[in-house]
């Protein structure tokens, strides 16, 4: 296995199709296409972390720049995060730690390149084990620049806090901007 870092515009056509596909089967289930098309516009304009075995990838995540407000509305800080989007890996090499080979890599850009990481998951316990934290606060969306409560994200919202966000508290209130698809 190899593992790879490039930016979104490394990648030929070709390659970003082939990653889409492996998205694409590692999110399906039978009653679920899983990934929608704004799913995949937010995987993309930033760093990608994959793995290629025998010419094929299969592994991916990504990191994309967003901005995470952290506080109350109307008194916040704006922090420049690497969002995570598009964490999988091929379905025949489940368990096989590629994920999580993955994530190390994207923690290590985040690290280097944001002040905050941040990503939305229904499996908290994968990204807790690598260092990331559950939000433990309301989440809001921005739109049109008042706040909007997004309930149905609390507890589903991780960050990676490191130097200057190392002593971020994770039961202030946190929003991100709104954007087509899922905002969070």
Do not use: K
């Amino acid at each position: 296995m190899q593992l790879q870092t490039r930016r979104t515009e490394e990648f030929s056509a070709a390659e970003l199709v082939e990653i889409r596909a492996l998205v694409d089967a590692s999110f399906a289930t039978a009653d679920d296409p899983g990934f929608e098309d704004t799913d995949w516009e937010h995987a993309l304009g930033g760093v990608h972390a994959v793995l290629v075995h025998d010419g094929r990838f299969v592994a991916h995540a990504s990191v994309v720049p967003r901005t995470l407000h952290i506080g109350v509305p109307g008194d916040s800080l704006a922090w420049r995060a690497g969002f995570v989007e598009a964490v999988c890996s091929d379905p025949s090499f489940a368990g096989q730690g590629l994920g999580t080979q993955v994530m190390t890599a994207l923690g290590d850009v985040v690290r280097a390149e944001y002040d905050l990481g941040g990503l939305s998951t229904a499996s908290a316990h994968f990204y807790e084990r690598l260092g990331w934290s559950v939000w433990l606060g309301p989440t809001y969306v921005v739109r049109a620049g008042a706040w909007d409560r997004s309930q149905g994200d609390d507890g589903g919202v991780l960050v990676l806090r490191h130097g200057p966000s190392a002593d971020v508290d994770l039961s202030a209130a946190i929003a991100c901007e709104e954007r087509n698809g899922e905002d969070w």
